[in-house]
C-alpha cells in the first residue's frame, strides 16, 4: 500500500484560500469574506485559516487592513525581493545572469519607447540626467535618481509589470552597491553623462545608438561586478 502524507493544517489552507480567489475571479483590491464564512465555506477550523492567511500574506497574494478585513493583493514584485536568497550576493554567476535579463529587457523595449514616448517624459528625463550630473559634481550619490531615470524612460509604454521588473532589478543590484567597488568622480560623472545622452538620443529618436548606449552602461556595471568577483591573489 502506498502511504500518503497529509499536508499541515495551513499548508491545506493556504491551497484552499488560493483556490477560493481562482473560483471567484477575484482580484487586487477585492475583499475576502470575513474568517467565520471562510471557516465555514472551507471546512477548516479558525486556527488553521488565520495560519494559512499569514502564509498568504507573506507571499504577497493577500493584505490584511487592520479594521476593514483581508483583500487580494496586487500584483508587485515585493515578495520576489524580500525572499531572495542573501546568498546570491556570494554568487557572481547569478549576479552576472541577473544582469544579462536585465540588459536584454531594457535594450529589447527601447525602439518601443523611442516609437512611444512623449515630450514631457523626455524633458522629465533631460532634468533628471542634469540632476545627476551636479549631484556627481558635488561628490554626492545620485541612486534614487537614477531610479527615476529608468522608470521614466520605460513609463510611457503604460506597461506596469514591466515597470515593476525593471525596478525590481534596479533594487537588486542597489541592494548591493555597498559591496561592489566604489566608483571614483570620474566614473560617476561619466556615469551621470551616459544618461544626459540617452536623454538626448530618445529626443532625437536614435534607436541604435541607445541600445548602444544600454550596452555600454551595462558592461560598466559587469566589469565592476568582474572586480568585486576577482580571486584575490594569495602570497607565495
Known amino acids: 500500500m502506498k502511504s500518503f502524507t497529509r499536508l499541515p493544517a495551513y499548508q491545506l489552507a493556504t491551497t484552499e484560500v488560493k483556490r477560493f480567489i481562482e473560483q471567484h475571479q477575484l482580484k487586487g ?6 474568517e467565520a464564512v471562510l471557516c465555514q465555506e472551507l471546512g477548516m477550523s479558525r486556527a488553521s485559516l488565520r495560519e494559512g492567511l499569514k502564509s498568504l500574506e507573506s507571499l504577497g497574494i493577500i493584505r490584511t487592513r487592520h479594521g476593514e478585513g483581508v483583500f487580494v493583493a496586487h500584483f508587485s514584485f515585493d515578495p520576489i525581493l524580500h525572499n531572495l536568497p542573501y546568498s546570491i ?3 557572481g554567476s547569478s549576479l552576472r545572469e541577473l544582469l544579462q535579463v536585465r540588459c536584454a529587457l531594457e535594450v ?5 519607447v523611442v516609437a512611444n514616448i512623449g515630450p514631457s517624459d523626455v524633458d522629465e528625463l533631460s532634468e533628471l540626467a542634469q540632476q545627476m550630473l551636479q549631484c556627481s559634481e558635488r561628490g554626492e550619490s ?12 520605460f513609463r510611457c ?4 509589470f514591466l515597470l515593476s521588473l525593471v525596478d ?13 567597488p566604489v566608483p571614483d568622480a570620474a566614473a560617476q560623472r561619466a556615469t551621470a553623462q551616459d544618461h544626459l545622452a540617452v536623454a538626448q538620443m530618445v529626443q ?4 541604435q545608438a541607445l541600445e548602444r548606449a544600454h550596452r555600454h552602461h551595462f558592461n560598466e556595471i559587469s566589469r565592476r561586478l568582474d572586480a568585486m568577483y576577482a580571486p584575490v591573489a594569495r602570497p607565495h
Open 157 to 160: 509604454l503604460d506597461n506596469t
Open 168 to 180: 525590481l532589478f534596479w533594487q537588486v543590484f542597489n541592494r548591493l552597491s555597498d559591496r561592489l
Open 29 to 34: 483590491g477585492d475583499p475576502l469574506p470575513s
Open 142 to 153: 545620485f541612486a534614487e535618481l537614477d531610479r527615476a531615470f529608468h522608470a521614466t524612460l
Open 204 to 207: 532625437s529618436g536614435d534607436v
Open 108 to 112: 529589447g523595449m527601447i525602439s518601443q
Open 89 to 91: 550576493a556570494a554568487q
